[in-house]
């Protein structure tokens, strides 16, 4: 029996007899032995034919790659509770510098991640050189069944060579994905087969719709039944005249009684085919759980929003990857001592530093807090040390109680230290100490000689308060005495040159007087003149013109005693003249006389 065919039986026995390795796989697991099972689509989901999802590629890409470019490093517990990293452990070479003779750091993590986004598993083969690890070697995770045996001990079968091999669980360094026995994590691959069924479909009709010009399919009909050799050979011509791009916009001929007919077919808009494609990219980030703007759908992505969105990639889309991964590695690639001293980190804060607001809020409170030097937020802008940074601050106002007299001479207004009489002073007018409350939970005792020193310090802030008073008072009064003579000295002179101002307003308007008097008498003088002259002039105009219309008027008296005198000797003439009857032409009825002739 060959070796594809062994592995096959090996599958249907464990179907057959439901052992527990069958289980953990499901029934698609016999399906995909057997050259897997089609979807409803009718198209066949693999792990190859899956990456041809624009999608799906796209999600597993950016998941695959995102692990891979984070750093991670083999850290050692310290026996005061803080971690440092280290490079001298075995594993630290394997795992941070060359984890096999062919592969990088990088390289190894994407190939975990890429095995886990599409089976939920990933494998490496460990190499071991006595109890050191001397190399990782990933595998595909189709070619390996974990069976869990009665004893509860799990054996891995990898196909090598078309051969199922066993390896114990010590060789395996196998980090398990989402599931629901522990044993195996469950398929993302087969979980979402249907959908990306439907988009692989969906893909193969627009290409076979574009393939054939965009053309509708039609049907052609004969008259009567063909044999099926004529049928086989008019399927072959018609295919070869009318199929493909190549065909498409060319002319058809039909023989032999053929004759073509449209095909009902729904449009593009009708089926809304953009929208399918589109929610074919929704689904894929629906199971990947990566934001749509990183497998650029851009549809919903908005400047106020596309940062949050990225910080939430980290913390719900890789931080379980992260963890995984971590607890998987300290579990099956430490010792048991190894596990109680040393652990492995991704170190993902690389992946906040676009956001600047949050790195300047961290830092702060980091460096206010004392659990990170001003050198150590240097390093992790990748900046050079620099001396005397290395020291660890914290705010003066989260100090200890009974540090006070310690700080309080040095940072209160130049106080000095107290004198032992001081302190004795201070001890007898505080005795007893105070309690000061400082929440429901919180009360601070405040020790007699602690008392004393606040006593001196507010003290002596009270004598400098005073001082201070008094000084600012008398230069006030001071400033309001200069300010009052200044006023008085203002007000002199202004009242002087008031003064001084009005006789000089006073004179020239009495000189303006005169000068006014003067050039109206002089006018008046003048205006007189002016009337006599015109008055007599219009005077001797008067008379000429009243000679002129005296005559005028005698001319026009004898003109119009001639004129009359002729109109009354006409109309004497016209009387004296003969008349004639005067008849109308139609009844010839006399209707009146007129003047027959006029004498001369």
Not at 16 to 34: I, L, P, Q, Y
Not at 288 to 311: C, G, K, W
Request: net charge neutral; aromatic share 6%.
């Amino acid at each position: 029996m060959t070796g594809k065919l062994a592995q096959r039986w090996h599958h249907l026995k464990a179907a057959v007899t439901g052992s527990t390795s069958f289980d953990a796989m499901n029934h698609e697991m016999v399906r995909k032995v057997f050259g897997g099972g089609p979807t409803h689509s009718g198209k066949m989901v693999t792990e190859d034919s899956a990456m041809g999802i624009s999608a799906a590629w796209g999600c597993m890409r950016v998941l695959s790659e995102t692990i891979g470019t984070v750093p991670w490093a083999l850290y050692r517990r310290t026996e005061d509770g803080n971690a440092e990293k280290v490079d001298d452990h075995e594993l630290s070479d394997c795992l941070v510098h060359s984890p096999n003779a062919h592969m990088t750091s990088v390289e190894l993590k994407e190939a975990i991640a890429l095995n886990l986004c599409q089976a939920g598993n990933s494998y490496c083969k460990i190499s071991r050189s006595g109890p050191r690890i001397t190399a990782l070697t990933p595998v595909r995770a189709p070619l390996v069944q974990p069976v869990l045996r009665k004893d509860g001990s799990v054996i891995y079968k990898i196909t090598e060579n078309g051969v199922p091999v066993e390896h114990s669980q010590r060789d395996i360094w196998h980090v398990k994905g989402f599931g629901n026995n522990g044993l195996i994590g469950l398929s993302p691959l087969g979980a979402a087969r249907e959908s990306m069924g439907f988009a692989m479909a969906t893909e193969e009709f627009g290409a076979k719709f574009f393939a054939q010009g965009g053309a509708p399919s039609g049907i052609v009909t004969v008259p009567n039944f063909l044999k099926d050799e004529q049928r086989k050979i008019a399927r072959e011509n018609l295919q070869q005249m009318m199929g493909g791009l190549g065909n498409a916009h060319k002319f058809a001929l039909f023989e032999g009684g053929l004759k073509p007919e449209p095909w009902a077919d729904m449009p593009l808009d009708d089926m809304q085919f953009l929208l399918l494609r589109q929610f074919s990219v929704q689904e894929m980030s629906r199971f990947y759980r990566v934001p749509p703007h990183m497998v650029a759908d851009l549809a919903r992505a908005t400047f106020s929003n596309i940062e949050q969105q990225s910080q939430e990639f980290v913390m719900y889309s890789l931080m379980p990857y992260f963890t995984r991964i971590e607890a998987s590695a300290s579990k099956w690639l430490l010792s048991v001592e190894d596990r109680r001293k040393y652990f492995l980190r991704f170190n993902f804060e690389g992946l906040l530093r676009a956001d600047s607001a949050a790195r300047v809020a961290f830092y702060n409170g980091a460096l206010q807090n004392g659990w990170m030097s001003r050198n150590e937020v240097r390093a992790k802008e990748n900046l050079n040390k620099v001396d005397g940074l290395d020291d660890y601050t914290v705010q003066i106002n989260m100090s200890k109680i009974e540090d006070l007299g310690k700080q309080l001479p040095a940072t209160v207004g130049g106080v000095a230290p107290l004198n032992e009489q001081e302190q004795e002073d201070g001890k007898k007018s505080f005795s007893g100490g105070i309690s000061v409350t400082t929440g429901p939970h919180f009360d601070l005792n405040v020790q007699p000689e602690s008392m004393a020193v606040l006593t001196k310090a507010i003290t002596d802030s009270a004598r400098a308060l005073n001082t201070s008073t008094m000084a600012v008072a008398k230069s006030t009064q001071e400033a309001m005495r200069k300010t009052s003579e200044e006023s008085a000295r203002l007000s002199r002179e202004a009242s002087a040159r008031n003064e001084s101002a009005l006789k000089e307003s006073t004179q020239t308007l009495a000189e303006a007087s005169a000068l006014a008097a003067e050039r109206n008498e002089n006018a008046l003088k003048e205006t007189t003149q002016i009337v006599i002259k015109a008055t007599l002039a219009a005077s001797e105009r008067g008379e000429a013109f009243a000679q002129e219309s005296a005559q005028a008027i005698v001319d026009a008296t004898v003109l119009a005693s001639d004129r009359s005198e002729q109109v009354l000797r006409e109309l004497a003439r016209i009387s004296a003249s003969p008349r004639k009857a005067v008849f109308d032409p139609k009844t010839g009825e006399p209707i009146g006389s007129a003047i027959a002739e006029i004498a001369p």
